[in-house]
Structures are given as C-alpha cells and as structure tokens.
C-alpha cells in the first residue's frame, strides 16, 4: 500500500472516529436534557444538563473559530448561527424552564448526532 493511501485511510479513521465521539456528546447532552424535562422539580438535573450541553456547544464553537477548521465557510456560519441560538435558549431555560423550550434543544442535539452519524465514510 502506497504511504499516501495508507494516511488517507489514518486520516480518514480519524476523522470518524472523531464524529462519533462528538455524536455521542450531543446525544447525552439530548438524554440529560430530556431526562430533566421529565422531572421538572429536580432543579439539579436541569442545571447538570445544561451544563453538559453548554460545554459541547462551546466546544462545537471553539472548534469553528479555528483557523485550521477545514469545514466549508458557509457551514461554520451556518453552526455559529445554530449554536448561538442554543446559548440565548438555554439562558431563557435557566430564568424560565419550560418543557417545549427543553424539547427545542432536546431535538436540536439529536439532530446533531444524527447528522454526525449519517456523515460517516462507508468502509
């Protein structure tokens, strides 16, 4: 196998491995969040649950600002967009939980895990 196949298929390992990994991140942020939305008097779980999910968020932006992010501009754009949305929504959670507003969130990170998955390479 030629060195440059063999990096391509590192790289490529790599970066779906990294998927996932995030993947799984939105998916327990949407598990947290919709397991406090079903116990709305555990104030605790609400708080760990968006705290979870304001760290993925803010890693999901740390990584967009990089300059070595090789995503397409107009994408960066569209998920600085998307999770400015989730930090204004989930300050509004924090003054006034409300189940419709929680499931907005729930549904977006599932939907972000869902993305993530289906953009795997096949082997």
Not at 23 to 49: G, M
Not at 94 to 122: C, V
């Amino acid at each position: 196998m030629s060195a440059a196949l063999q990096a391509y298929e590192n790289n490529s390992k790599t970066l779906a491995q990294g998927r996932v990994t995030e993947a799984l991140a939105f998916s327990k942020a949407a598990r947290l969040l919709d397991d406090a939305r079903s116990r709305p008097e555990d104030r605790a779980a609400l708080r760990e649950a968006l705290r979870f999910n304001r760290v993925v968020w803010t890693c999901v932006q740390a990584d967009i600002t990089q300059k070595k992010n090789a995503l397409p501009r107009r994408l960066k754009a569209s998920l600085m967009s998307l999770s400015l949305f989730v930090d204004k929504t989930m300050e509004q959670i924090t003054i006034e939980p409300e189940s419709s507003t929680l499931q907005a969130l729930i549904d977006i990170d599932r939907d972000m895990a869902a993305g993530l998955i289906a953009d795997q390479p096949a082997n």
